[in-house]
């Protein structure tokens, strides 16, 4: 064998490794239509159970909003013998009331005096019961999303 036929056969086994062995890596195109589709549909699934539990999530919020907001009212009540009225709202916490004598606010931090979307809290008392009252997520009063204290009022609020 001439060194030219060996250079030649050299040359050839070079270019086939494995003779008759698929050597290609990676995916065809439809491996990664079908990977894409799977993620895809999982990315849905998922969305749609952040996208649940973050308005759960700010429900929850809102509640626990309005316990602050009863344990701030029962310190008021406390110091002035009677809840503030409906006209006095929320800002009697935070606020002294013209002609408020017992007063020893403020009883909370004035940003807890709106709910988890960032709406301002519905308050309504006689001055010995008390309600608050959420707008929820479409930010208006009188929807099904409102979220209210005690919650038979957002069941009225839906009646109406």
Do not use: C
């Amino acid at each position: 064998m001439s060194a030219i036929e060996a250079i030649k056969a050299l040359n050839l086994s070079l270019n086939r490794p494995f003779a008759g062995k698929r050597t290609e890596a990676g995916m065809s195109l439809i491996e990664i239509l079908i990977v894409m589709s799977l993620v895809g549909g999982i990315m849905v699934m998922l969305a749609g159970t952040l996208t649940k539990s973050a308005a759960q999530a700010r429900v929850k919020e809102t509640e626990l909003a309005f316990g602050q907001l009863r344990s701030s009212m029962q310190m008021y009540r406390m110091a002035m013998n009677k809840f503030p009225t409906t006209e006095q709202g929320l800002v009697a916490l935070i606020e002294r009331p013209s002609a408020a004598k017992g007063w020893r606010g403020p009883y909370i931090e004035p940003e807890l005096l709106k709910d988890a979307w960032g709406t301002e809290i519905k308050y309504e008392s006689d001055g010995r019961k008390l309600q608050f009252l959420s707008a929820g997520d479409d930010q208006e009063f009188g929807t099904p999303d409102d979220v209210a204290w005690p919650a038979e009022v957002a069941k009225e609020n839906d009646a109406h």
